[in-house]
């Protein structure tokens, strides 16, 4: 059986496609077997990435690794419980597809809540949950007190991770690692990057997450998106600037907190 | 009849939330009756900063403008067609009580295509959408060639705009004024800057929007998402950085783009 990283957040552009394609690509990369799957079949971000990296690929006849993609589609049936149902019965035949011939599947969420983002939570061995540097990100995990920054109680993600771990636990006795990671953290402002440490430390120890350093604000992770290049593909040694070097370092930072079972694959 | 204005961008964190709070703190200082509606029941991140607001101007004894705000729920009904009406119904009832008493209406969407999200579109007078600076959130506008940056042809977004255009025509004879603004532009990376500005500039003619300046990345334009507050709040003359300043020339430039009947009102 595969080990499941599944990206999740209900807010909308925190960066769970950027970091789900850099996350494969160090895989592949390691020489691990990499599936993806898309539960985001009218967003599509993380399969035209991988399009666009097969395109790339072709046309200029270099040899890039790929992942075993395959999106899951939205159901058009008549009812709303037609409709789970047989989204429920693709997505675990495709899970299934993928488990069983590869080392990882990394599964890419919508950010919206969804009954296909509810099966990938369900199943997920590691969550990992990108965020912006922001309150407003941080509202979907928690409420806090505008004066004193207390955590006043958890949010509608932070329940529904809550409930995918009952299910996990439930269905086959296993847990969900949730990592939540800062993104596109800035340069610049100390005072409120400060705060929201301070509250993501309190709620990690209350709901039960670990913190993972994150990503900076850089524009190699996103500007090779209409390749499907990542950093990872950038020869070592050549014209690398402070930002691509800073860059390749969080990526590995990321991998190692998420302490997978490298080894044993 | 008041003047509707559409937050709108099916790609997640593109800053729609951000910019409708800010287009509400304008238009209620310059003296305007504004009612604000939230169809992202789910996230709520505009009514949280509206609740925000409420609760700060309440516990500090300041009187501060407040939009006249309301949610409209998603159905839960059985079918989904029962569920579009249901949906149907109260956003009509909602938006005919919200524009026969105010100047404007400033509507939220959520970050991916919803049914509440396509009545919204609908009858917009202006469409806001703001974009982060990447290609990642341009590819829901159009698809480019990885090598040239020619446009290749509309995604899923423009085309669901132009539906909407079609149903606003056929409802009443109007017109949409669609506005794409860049968000979070960095004060660095000048290639990619300069790639997305051609190809917005080369898409805005094919398919009909204009372009507004837009907002840079800026901590003052998220941190007080607890309070409730926006820098237009903070008193002229006080302890204001670079940042401040140029934020709010920022908002005033997108309201002066936008091009609102403000004299008539
Ligand atoms: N570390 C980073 N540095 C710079 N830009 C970033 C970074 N991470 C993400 N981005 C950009 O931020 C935007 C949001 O990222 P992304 O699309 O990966 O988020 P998402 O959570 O998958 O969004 P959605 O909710 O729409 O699925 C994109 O424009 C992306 O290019
Ligand atoms: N100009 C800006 N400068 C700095 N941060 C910004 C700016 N605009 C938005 N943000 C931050 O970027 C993130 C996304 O913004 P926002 O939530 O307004 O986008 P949205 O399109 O409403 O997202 P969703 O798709 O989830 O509804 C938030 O964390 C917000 O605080
Ligand atoms: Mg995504
Ligand atoms: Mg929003």
Redesign the pocket.
């Known amino acids: 059986r595969a080990h499941v990283i599944v ?1 999740g ?13 850099h996350v494969i690509a160090v895989l592949l990369q390691e020489g691990f077997r990499v599936a993806s799957m898309d539960l ?1 079949s009218r ?1 599509r ?2 399969t035209r990435y991988v399009e666009n990296r097969a395109a790339w690929s072709q046309s200029n006849g270099v040899r890039l690794a790929m992942p075993d993609h395959q999106v899951i589609e939205l159901s058009d049936k008549e009812t709303v419980a037609e409709r789970q149902e047989d989204e429920r019965e693709r997505f675990q035949a495709g899970l299934a597809r993928a488990s069983a011939a590869h080392d990882f599947v990394v599964i ?5 809540d969804s009954f296909l983002s509810r099966l990938g939570h369900a199943v997920a061995d590691t969550l990992i949950t ?1 965020m ?1 540097d922001s309150f407003v990100d941080f509202d979907l995990l928690a409420r806090v007190d505008p004066q004193t920054y207390e955590i006043k109680g958890p949010s509608v993600y932070s329940e529904m991770v809550w409930e995918s771990r009952k299910r996990r636990a439930m269905a086959d006795g296993g847990s969900i690692d949730w990592v939540v990671m800062r ?3 800035s340069m610049l402002d100390a005072k409120n990057k400060r705060r929201l440490e301070g509250v993501l430390e309190a709620l990690a120890d209350r709901i039960g997450f670990r913190l993972a350093p ?10 090779m ?1 209409p390749s499907g290049l990542t950093l990872l593909d950038l020869k070592e040694g050549g014209a690398w600037s402070m930002s691509h070097v800073a ?1 390749r370092a ?1 990526v590995r930072q990321l991998i190692e907190t998420l302490d997978l079972p490298l080894a044993e694959m």
Do not use: H, W, Y
């Open positions: 990206l957040n209900e807010k909308g552009g925190s960066g769970k496609t950027t970091s789900a394609m985001d967003q971000s993380l890419d969420c919508p950010g919206s990108p912006n993104n596109r953290l994150g990503f900076g604000e850089r524009v190699i992770f996103r500007e998106f860059a969080e």
